[in-house]
């Protein structure tokens, strides 16, 4: 297992998975370990997966300051593995939370970033979270699940800002999930075992974004992006993901049909065939400053 040294000392690891060019992996929570992400569908096939576990989770050291958490502390460390890797620019990919990760990266290194995949990423960092009616009309898709009627009253309540015991929070992972199979199963309870609850609580912490001083940044920020969002999924749901392509000058949108939050396991085929096609196609250097 690979490991590097961020600017503040804390060791950091990172997963390599399959062939060819590096494809840097920044997962997503926040602060999940990287393990959830698999092979990402089969992406392996054209792709070597760097897949860092930011710190704090899966094998990278637990910092000595808690406050290096919040997600835009956490830009350094991307850098430092750019430089461990030994690359002058490179192709990133990001899930959900750690999306904005990215659009940080971004804004802070846009030389750096050749192509950028963004998977069901809700933009907190330009303002735009997830809204109660977004997540309730994509649960809505569900109803005729054989499993929705038993779940859904208490989804809802909790929504509405109720509180809901843990066996009812536990039974709402249907509703992130394209399809609620045994695997999808097995993987949302493996999401809850490798969490960190401190870090996650911190990640957004205030102070993290400012949204105008992004959009603008990001306006400048001219590596080609996909934006891929799930069918079903509420957070986030098609059209705020739109928004995310808006934000970027050199963006395009894709939905997943019937996807959740995790759609490289509802269609690993579709899921691959769509983003290996936008990161094969080879990104023009940057002009000369």
């Not at 804390?10 to 999940?32: F, K």
């Not at 269609?267 to 990104?283: I, Y």
Request: glycine residues 10%; contains cysteine; aromatic residues 8%.
């Amino acid at each position: 297992m690979p490991t590097f040294t961020a600017s503040d000392g804390t060791e950091l690891a990172y997963h390599v998975r399959g062939e060819g060019e590096p494809l840097v992996v920044l997962p997503g929570g926040p602060m999940q370990a990287s393990e959830y992400l698999g092979d990402l569908g089969g992406l392996t096939a054209h792709r070597r997966l760097i897949l860092l576990d930011l710190r704090g989770t899966g094998d990278s050291a637990v910092p000595a300051d808690p406050a290096t958490y919040r997600c835009d502390r956490q830009t350094d460390d991307v850098e430092a593995l750019r430089v461990r890797l030994g690359l002058d620019r490179m192709d990133v990919l990001a899930h959900s939370a750690g999306g904005n990760l990215a659009l940080l990266y971004a804004a802070r290194h846009p030389r750096r970033v050749a192509r950028l995949a963004l998977v069901t990423v809700v933009p907190w960092a330009l303002g735009r979270p997830a809204t109660p009616e977004e997540r309730l009309a994509a649960a809505l898709l569900r109803k005729d699940e054989p499993w929705f009627a038993a779940v859904f009253p208490a989804f809802r309540a909790w929504l509405a800002g109720e509180e809901v015991t843990d066996e009812e929070f536990a039974a709402f992972g249907g509703f992130f999930y394209g399809r609620w199979d045994n695997t999808a199963r097995a993987h949302a309870a493996g999401m809850e075992a490798r969490a960190n609850v401190e870090a996650e609580e911190r990640f957004h912490g205030p102070g993290a974004y400012d949204p105008p001083a992004l959009r603008a940044a990001l306006a400048e920020v001219t590596a080609p992006a996909l934006v891929l969002a799930g069918g079903a999924d509420g957070g986030p749901c098609p059209a705020a993901a739109r928004l995310l392509a808006d934000a970027l000058p050199n963006a395009e949108l894709a939905v997943q049909p019937g996807a959740g939050h995790y759609p490289w396991l509802d269609d690993p085929r579709w899921f691959t065939r769509r983003t290996a096609a936008f990161l094969n196609v080879p990104a023009s250097a940057p002009a000369a400053s």
